[in-house]
């Protein structure tokens, strides 16, 4: 077989592994909010604001997440125990405010809400309980969902922030979707007024 074909034969497979009809669901819906942008100057700097907050968080728990190889507990996990998806929220609320897309905000915070978190939580959960037993019941009695708490949870671990697991946890490449993101909601605002 052709080196070639057979590098493009697992690009294609990884990017079928990862198209789920959520992805496209959401693909699809930035879409509709880049299309139907009409930011204001003050919209498109408070949605700035909350996107790179959003990415900060992401980019923070993503340096400390080893999945499937023990508890994290350091970083932002020692203060909310879904850091990525308050990241990933506050991403959202930042791009739903800097098009004025309003409903599309909505709906996305109703999704999130009465869809995803449950599910997340009964999966993740389980799954997690499972794999450290007591540390996780614990852990998880402990630490909020996505209020963060005060002050850090007190049997938290040691491990500092490292790069490459940020690379491991594939959120370089979420980090330049989101420029991508504001470039493309910035172009529509400029280039093809409402």
């Known amino acids: 077989m052709n080196p070639e074909s057979h590098g493009q034969q697992q690009l294609w497979q990884r990017w079928r592994r990862r198209t789920t009809w959520r992805a496209v669901v959401v693909w699809a819906s930035f879409g509709v909010l880049v299309w139907l ?4 100057v003050l919209s498109f700097c ?7 907050l959003g990415e900060f968080v992401r980019l923070w728990a993503a340096g ?3 999945k499937n190889e023990q508890l994290t507990t ?22 739903g ?12 915070l109703v999704v999130f809400a009465a869809y995803y978190a449950p599910y997340k939580k009964r999966r ?3 799954r997690l309980r499972e794999r450290f037993g007591q540390p996780w019941i614990d852990y998880d009695t402990a630490v909020p969902d996505y209020l963060p708490r005060l002050s850090p949870y007190p049997q938290r671990g040691t ?7 940020v690379s491991d946890n ?20 400029w280039l093809l007024p409402p």
């Open 170 to 189: 594939s959120e370089y490449g979420m980090a330049v979707g989101i420029a991508v993101g504001v470039l493309l909601v910035g172009i529509r605002w």
């Open 97 to 108: 405010l800097m098009a004025r897309s309003y409903w599309l905000l909505a709906f996305g």
């Open 74 to 95: 350091t970083g932002p996990y020692a203060y909310v125990k879904n850091p990525l998806y308050v990241g990933s929220l506050l991403i959202m609320t930042g791009f």
């Open 46 to 52: 408070v949605g700035l604001v909350l996107i790179g």
């Open 64 to 66: 400390h997440l080893q």
């Open 37 to 40: 942008a009409h930011p204001s």
């Open 124 to 126: 993740e959960g389980d």
């Open 159 to 165: 491990a500092r922030w490292r790069s490459w697991l």
